[in-house]
């Protein structure tokens, strides 16, 4: 019996959280496991919260049915999902506070074991995989299965980055054997953009600069821009894997503005640099490859604070490797 269904035994009521700007892992490993136990446990009263994220997710089963506010209800069990430390919950932490017991599904390098229990392989490539070891595979049905493709697409990169991992292949595979349409969950909730996202994809490359001959590329949005193109944070996805791809690139940054002299900060590296190490000096975290934070400041001081530790590592770099 795994971890998760010990603590389900017995257990009458389940608050499923995950992380503040709910990304494809975070809403899928959530869904997954509320459309799981709807099917297999249907005597657990079950509620996911989250903040309000992108609706191109919205062909996920139970997206109309997650809550957005803190309410009144209790529950036993809190299960934390895709989410580093207690910050990251936001206000839902409310349900961890509350309950009496609580388990951590994560896959962060970071990760704090904040869980009463903490199951936080960081080798897995997803929360969506660490949760797919934790179901019993024979009652995953296609709607859950949906769900854990779809964080398992989004935190690979559609099976490209280095989390990537033969096992991640075949629980994928097992996903697909499900029936589900996995073409149009690439297409529908990775590649596809409204127009005005290509805008400001567009402009974010357009503006870009790169620094230190070439190995690192930065570019911001400011809330002016935001407003002008009527866009939020929940329309810069993609943006960043885009500044990663340009040739010669270690380092890619990418920052908008989320406040007065407050930007969210998104870093992604490709072979040398441990990013998860520079965005949990500014109070964030991550992965080696994929990590971030939120700073203070204006945009300058946002380049120069990183800057200072991403030279820090390639400058720690054995010449050969360079
Ligand atoms: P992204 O750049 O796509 O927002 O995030 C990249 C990775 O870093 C994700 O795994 C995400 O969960 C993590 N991450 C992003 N921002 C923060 C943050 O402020 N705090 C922590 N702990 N992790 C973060
Ligand atoms: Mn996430
Ligand atoms: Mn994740």
């Not at 005005?196 to 357009?206: E, M, P, V």
Request: hydrophobic share 35%.
């Amino acid at each position: 019996m795994t971890i998760l269904e010990q603590m389900l035994e017995g257990t009458k009521s389940v608050a499923i959280l995950g992380h503040v700007r709910p990304d494809g892992d975070c809403l899928g490993s959530a869904l997954g496991l509320y459309n799981y136990l709807r099917l297999n446990h249907p005597d657990i009263r079950a509620a996911v919260y989250l903040e309000e994220s992108s609706p191109k997710f919205n062909y996920l089963k139970g997206y109309d049915k997650i809550r957005h506010q803190v309410d009144d209800a209790y529950y036993e069990l809190c299960v934390c999902l895709d989410s580093g430390d207690i910050q990251r919950l936001g206000d839902f932490k409310h349900y961890l506070d509350q309950a009496d017991k609580s388990l951590c599904l994560d896959h962060h390098v970071t990760n704090t074991r904040y869980g009463g229990t903490n199951v936080v392989p960081d080798e897995a490539s997803s929360t969506c995989e660490v949760l797919f070891e934790q179901l019993d595979e024979e009652k995953i049905d296609r709607h859950t299965a949906e769900c854990l493709y779809t964080g398992i697409i989004h935190d690979t990169g559609v099976f490209k980055f280095s989390c990537t991992s033969a096992h991640t292949m075949e629980i994928a595979g097992k996903l697909m054997e499900k029936g589900i349409d996995f073409g149009a969950i690439i297409d529908n909730s990775f590649y596809r953009k409204t127009y005005i996202q290509n805008q400001i994809l567009g402009r974010a490359l357009l503006e870009s600069i790169t620094f230190f001959d070439g190995r690192c590329i930065f570019s911001a949005i400011r809330q002016s821009e935001m407003e002008f193109y009527g866009v939020d944070g929940k329309d810069m996805d993609g943006i960043i894997d885009q500044l990663r791809l340009t040739e010669g690139v270690e380092v890619a940054i990418f920052i908008y503005e989320t406040g007065a002299q407050e930007f969210k900060v998104s870093m992604r590296s490709r072979y040398l640099v441990d990013v998860s190490r520079i965005a949990a000096f500014f109070g964030g975290g991550g992965h080696v490859r994929a990590a971030g934070c939120t700073m203070s400041g204006s945009i300058h001081d946002v380049i120069n604070n990183l800057s200072v530790h991403i030279a820090g590592q390639l400058d720690a770099v054995p010449d050969g490797q360079k």
